[in-house]
């Protein structure tokens, strides 16, 4: 049978959107799924078959870019604007208002300056010296070295022990995989801000080697965390074949203000027990 035409524009449209970049949720899956159910019965000879064959090839191709997509996005934080809209409308007048206040952070307030206190601030400049003459009165500055410290670094200098590091690393790898599916700041924040801190950067080494997962939902605003299950590799039995989870990092921000408000939430819950 000659080949449909509409079965044709379908794969020409699959590789149109492999080639040029474009956003691969323009196809339309299910509908592409159901004509080609329509002419299933219809297929007889060869030719039909890898006509077929290649359409649902140029559809995986597709769908995968589409998996793709959305793991970019849940990565870099990415809300998608539709989600935003939806959740303004579902926010409370009293919480739009709160949310903008605390997002507005002015520069300048006509209403605080006065036209004499600006006078004495231009009067104050003027009579300042050029900087070329102010410089010469100072010397030149001079910039400490800044740089960062690595594991080895901590161990040549006797803070810490190799054994001792791994040590900690499994304990927190015990607790993720005792607790199982918890929510990432009720999991690495605790009694202290310090241990709080010290746990973050131990709970970010599991994570970038591939032993533990996080779930980010960016409707509800949380960040879970998971353990990877061991895998059931036959080799040698080495720490990357025990997990063969793939090595990412995702930087997520902690804070002292964050930590306090943490600790006020958890205190009013045990209290209302």
């Known amino acids: 049978m000659k080949a449909p035409e509409d079965i ?39 030719d039909d078959l890898m006509l077929d064959a290649e359409a649902i090839s140029e559809l ?48 300048v307030s006509l209403d605080r300056i006065t036209p004499e206190r600006l006078k004495q601030g231009l009067d104050y400049w003027n009579a300042l010296l ?6 010469s009165a100072f010397g030149a500055a001079s910039t400490p ?24 690393i499994q304990q927190v790898l015990n607790e993720l995989e005792a607790r199982g599916r918890t929510e990432y700041y009720d999991f690495v924040y605790g009694d202290s801000f310090e241990d709080s801190v010290r746990k973050a950067y131990l709970t970010s080494y599991i994570v970038s080697e591939g032993k533990a997962e996080l779930d980010i939902e960016p ?36 804070s002292y203000e964050d930590w306090e408000r943490w600790s006020k939430r958890r205190e009013k819950g045990q209290s209302g027990r």
């Not at 050029?130 to 410089?135: D, Q, T, V």
């Not at 895998?231 to 930087?251: A, L, M, T, V």
């Open 219 to 254: 409707l509800e605003e949380k960040i879970f965390i998971y353990p990877r299950s061991r895998g059931q590799s036959g080799g040698s039995g080495g720490e990357d074949e025990e997990y063969p989870g793939e090595k990412r990092s995702i930087p997520i921000a902690i």
């Open 130 to 135: 050029p900087l070329s003459e102010r410089k």
């Open 60 to 107: 995986t191709k597709v769908i995968e870019l589409q998996c793709k997509w959305i793991k970019d996005r849940s990565a870099s934080f990415y809300i998608d604007p539709a989600l935003v809209e939806f959740k303004l409308k579902l926010m409370e007048p009293a919480q739009l208002a709160s949310a903008f206040f605390k997002a507005w952070h002015p520069i």
């Open 8 to 46: 044709l524009r379908l794969i020409n449209f699959c590789k149109t959107i492999q080639r040029a970049d474009t956003d691969p949720f323009d196809l339309d899956v299910k509908r592409f799924l159901t004509i080609l159910g329509e002419y299933v019965r219809r297929w007889k000879s060869i």
């Open 145 to 168: 070295e800044t740089g960062t410290l690595k594991l080895d670094d901590l161990i040549a200098l006797h803070i810490l022990s190799q054994t001792e590091f791994q040590e900690q």
